[in-house]
């Protein structure tokens, strides 16, 4: 494997992914088809692990993920067009599975053309929507397409179809904002799951690449990168392909690479 500090997804076959705890709850939830929220910070592995699972259920013949980065709507002029942007991804999401018909024009439209989706081109399947960057979803759309989301959990006791439904919300929100007008009932359908920072154990294997550098990893250095980067993946990872530049790993090198070169990234202001 080539050695490779990926700093933002999604994630490619020769990188390296820091599994953590919150990626067994995520397994969990979706086995028991609840949708889920999956919240954290900018570059803080939410997109990597969409790529991961993606990559999981795509092998799954009862599965069919359904990747779609919602900022590809922003650029709608009219609440039709923003369907049809959102119909084209799932069609191309889906990569044939799902048979031509008219896109639909606004969010009843869309529940209707996705039951009948479910009912014939997917009858038997189980249909997962990864929708990253959800905070980038504005209104007018978002109150009214996140309403008819949740409307589409809240009848599954009668529509045994929505049974086969699940939509994971991924970004950098508050659930409870999803609907943004208080006088319709709050985003509340979804198991909220959150993206914390990574235990030393978790981060060894990626800390060790530099061994493949030429370096040696000792505790002292493993230490030293932990002590700077207190489990942030994508700091460690960014240290990590600063050090692999270095012909020789110290403490001191350590301490000049996060000093002087961590704060010039525009995701943190300081470090430390």
């Known amino acids: 494997m080539t050695t490779q500090y990926t700093t933002a997804g999604p994630v ?5 992914y820091v599994r953590r705890d919150c990626e067994g709850q995520f397994d969990d939830f979706l ?55 959102f119909w084209s991804e799932t069609i191309r999401g889906a990569h044939g599975a799902i048979k031509p018909r008219a896109a639909p024009i606004n969010e009843n439209d869309w529940r209707d053309t996705l ?23 504005r209104e007018p759309y ?8 949740r409307e589409m959990f809240s009848t599954r006791g009668i529509e ?18 999803l609907i943004k007008d208080r006088t319709i009932s709050p985003f509340t ?9 990574a235990a030393p154990d978790d981060l060894r294997p990626l800390i060790e690449q530099l ?11 493993f230490k030293q990168i932990y002590s700077w980067t207190y489990g942030d993946v994508y700091l460690t990872q960014t240290l990590c392909a600063l050090l692999a530049q270095e012909p020789e790993i ?23």
């Open 142 to 149: 978002c109150t009214p397409f996140m309403a008819t989301v």
């Open 31 to 85: 086995a028991q088809r609840y949708y889920i929220t999956l919240l954290g910070p900018r570059r803080c592995g939410k997109t990597n692990l969409l790529a991961r699972k993606y990559k999981e259920l795509a092998s799954k013949v009862s599965y069919l993920p359904i990747y779609i980065y919602m900022d590809n709507m922003s650029k709608a002029h009219s609440e039709a067009e923003w369907y049809a942007r």
């Open 189 to 197: 359908v979804a198991k909220p799951i959150y993206m914390q920072d």
């Open 115 to 137: 039951f009948d989706v479910l009912e014939d081109d997917l009858k038997g399947q189980i249909v997962v929507f990864l929708l990253d960057d959800v905070h980038k979803l």
């Open 12 to 16: 490619s076959d020769d990188a390296y």
């Open 160 to 177: 045994d179809t929505f049974k086969r439904l699940i939509f994971v919300l991924s970004g950098s929100f508050l659930p409870e904002d």
């Open 250 to 272: 110290t403490t001191n090198t350590i301490d000049r690479l996060a000093y002087k070169q961590l704060p010039q990234d525009s995701l943190f202001v300081t470090v430390r």
């Open 211 to 221: 061994g493949q550098t030429g370096g040696t990893i000792t505790p002292a250095i």
